[in-house]
């Protein structure tokens, strides 16, 4: 009894040395917080607590913001936003003037435009096989097979490193002297130049970014498979369903909401993708993988003449996108909470 | 309409042994309840004759066949789960077509199946509603509806009302009798909750711990109960149980009780401790010098049409009795006990019914 009375005396102090510096700031916090709650009074004092937030979110998120927009209206090549003259919608005016807008080389800043056309093509290869292969990787994971946690493990690892990490592992494979280039050469084969081709190197750029986040989508698929009752597959095994048409027809139409919820994510994961492809490529060959997330870092920061007013326009049309893209994905999302 | 016969069904999962040697025969258009308590391996049973477990030794025969490597879909069985398990995003129709689609079934054909089942249980305002718009019962006569359509040999249902509120348990165990009775299909129910089963069935199969206790009808189960399991099981309120000593061949000395001449007793050696067990409604209030027992109210339930006194004294353990919904016992009171003779029951120290020769 006495022992057990010591043992939690010692555990009390120890409790009380950890919580010490907690119960320090609490006690200097409470003095101002109450002055604060006795001046403006205790329904006002919610705002008081998202304050810090929304200064941080104000100054690093909100005013970087209109910032841009306000450079998107300016010319020149000056830093300060005061120095710089105003050119109303000039800046989009230029990048929007082509000939032929399906003919980037047409067009006065063809850059931009061939960055679009690249973003496109990454972004719609990405989407149609990272879904294809989170599904297919969650279903395999959804099945009881041996090891299935360790698999699960393996499949979210890269989703864990940084894209830079990601990009320089896969560079130090694919280069000219690289392993599987070894690997091929050992075979008897050729290298192959993959940063050379154009062809390859979107298609690196594509598996890559795929390699790298599928742990993330097929935790998403995952958790919406487990989501599914299994009664209802015994219920369509007594229905005779043959595993195809149950898969079809109950797993495809019940994992709709995860489904979508990683087409639109993905897609907007895509249209902001930068660092991992700048790494991997840099763009190259020529411009043959170049994001429009690089022609504007390019444009305002890495040219000769930084361009901020263009980067800007090109950053405000680039947001409007992704703008539409999160209104999507939040009206699939309420859609999907709603009651069917 | 099928017959169903098991032989010898055992189930294990690795080591652990869940059914130990069922042997059942099922005849045709019979309505079966398997009833037991919860880990009995009532389900498994079922499930096992549904075709969704495999069976570790034995066989199941249906109509002679046995089944035992035949698919769950080509045994030509329908099933009704305690979930439903309705295609959430389907609606009512498709629910019931869904089964017929995979049969290969012509469109008219699925469409008089469905019509037929959604008339017989006035589910036609609701084809085109998805589940999620249905209340329990609905959804609960979609599963039936679904099991109706495919014309099965055998129904299964697993604890099909568990999920369903008292009043429209009732409701729905009602509609079943009426279902039975209008289709006259083979069918078996497993519930465990003893009440639908005296009330559903032909005949009930009373498990425990993987084997079956006794099989009979309701009425058999009740006044003649093999064991002391099944006898405290089938019937509500419970049996009282009065612990009691072989005194002499013949009579038994109840515990804090009066001896009781017991011809079922006569073959019990002296001095062996057996079980006495009376139904509730068994036992009577009499004047003190005919009381077999004597104990002390601690409740008084009264519940209009009848009331339920519970109590016990030092030596006996607790006891229900029912009563006239008039009874004006109240708590405290001393109550003189008299045990109906010919309603005791008389077990042995393994549990086992002793009956008279």
Not at chain 1, 61 to 74: A, M, W
Not at chain 1, 97 to 102: E, P, Q, R
Not at chain 2, 299 to 324: A, F, N, R
């Amino acid at each position: 009894m006495s022992g057990k009375a010591a043992s939690g005396g010692i555990g009390d102090r120890f409790g009380g040395v950890l919580s010490a510096p907690y119960t320090l700031i609490m006690k200097v916090l409470d003095i101002p917080m109450r002055a604060v709650q006795n001046a403006i009074g205790e329904r006002r004092m919610p705002y008081v607590f998202l304050l810090p937030n929304f200064l941080l979110f104000g100054l690093f998120v909100f005013l970087p913001l209109i910032l841009n927009v306000g450079y998107s209206l300016t010319g020149g090549s000056k830093l300060y936003l005061s120095e710089r003259p105003f050119v109303g919608l000039g800046q989009y005016a230029t990048l929007l003037d082509c000939t032929n807008h399906l003919q980037p080389s047409t067009c006065r800043e063809d850059h931009f435009w061939r960055g679009v056309y690249n973003t496109i093509t990454f972004v719609v290869l990405q989407v149609v096989f990272m879904v294809l292969f989170s599904l297919l990787t969650a279903v395999v994971l959804n099945m009881k097979i041996r090891g299935r946690g360790f698999f699960r493990a393996v499949y979210f690892f890269p989703v864990l490193l940084s894209p830079v990490v990601v990009a320089l592992i896969w560079k130090w494979i694919l280069q000219r002297e690289g392993l599987l280039n070894g690997a091929i050469t050992t075979l008897g084969g050729e290298k192959i130049l993959f940063f050379v081709e154009p062809g390859w190197a979107m298609f690196w750029a594509v598996f890559v970014s795929i390699w790298a986040h599928m742990g993330f989508y097929t935790l998403i698929l995952l958790a919406g498979l487990q989501a599914i009752p299994a009664d209802i597959y015994e219920a369509a095994e007594m229905d005779g369903t043959k595993k195809w048409r149950a898969f079809h027809r109950l797993t495809l139409p019940l994992l709709m909401p995860n489904l979508i919820v990683v087409i639109v994510l993905s897609l907007i994961k895509g249209v902001q993708t930068f660092d991992e492809v700048f790494v991997l490529t840099g763009g190259g060959p020529g411009t043959a993988t170049l994001l429009v997330v690089q022609y504007i870092y390019e444009t305002a920061f890495s040219n000769q003449v930084q361009n901020f007013g263009l980067a800007g326009a090109a950053s405000v049309m680039l947001g409007v996108v992704l703008f539409a893209l999160t209104l999507l994905q939040l009206f699939f999302a309420r859609k999907g909470e709603k009651p069917t | 309409m099928a017959q169903l016969e098991l032989k010898g069904v055992h189930k294990s999962y690795g080591p652990v042994k869940t059914i130990h040697g069922v042997d059942l025969s099922i005849g045709d258009g019979e309505f079966v309840v398997f009833v037991g308590p919860s880990g009995c391996g009532k389900s498994t049973l079922l499930r096992m004759i549904a075709g969704l477990e495999e069976i570790t030794d034995g066989t199941v025969s249906i109509d002679g066949k046995v089944v035992n490597d035949v698919p769950a879909a080509d045994r030509g069985l329908a099933m009704v789960f305690q979930s439903y398990a309705l295609y959430p995003h389907m609606s009512v129709y498709q629910n019931m077509a869904f089964g017929l689609e995979n049969m290969g079934l012509p469109r008219p054909e699925i469409e008089k199946r469905v019509q037929r089942a959604t008339t017989m249980l006035q589910l036609e305002p609701y084809l085109q509603r998805k589940p999620k718009m249905l209340s329990g019962g609905q959804r609960q006569r979609v599963a039936i509806g679904r099991a109706i359509v495919r014309d099965p040999k055998i129904f299964l249902f697993d604890e099909p009302l568990s999920n369903l509120d008292a009043e429209l348990r009732v409701a729905m165990r009602k509609e079943l009798s009426a279902l039975h009775a209008e289709i006259g299909g083979t069918m078996i129910y497993v519930t465990h909750d003893q009440v639908e089963a005296m009330t559903l069935a032909d005949r009930i199969v009373v498990l425990r711990a993987g084997r079956i206790e006794q099989v009979g009808t309701p009425l058999d189960l009740y006044h003649r109960p093999a064991n002391q399991f099944v006898a405290g099981f089938i019937g509500s309120p419970r049996m009282n149980f009065l612990k009691g000593t072989v005194a002499a061949p013949g009579t038994i000395a109840i515990a804090g009780g009066r001896s009781l001449d017991l011809p079922a007793a006569a073959g019990l050696p002296a001095g062996e401790e057996v079980t006495v067990g009376i139904r509730p409604e068994h036992v009577a209030l009499c004047g003190r010098e005919d009381a077999d027992v004597m104990i002390r109210l601690d409740l008084v339930e009264h519940l209009g049409g009848e009331t339920y006194l519970y109590g016990q004294s030092e030596t006996l353990p607790s006891m229900t009795i029912k009563q006239d919904g008039d009874c004006a016992a109240t708590r405290g009171d001393m109550l003189p006990l008299r045990l109906v003779r010919d309603r005791l029951h008389l077990f042995d120290s393994a549990g086992l019914v002793r009956r008279a020769a």
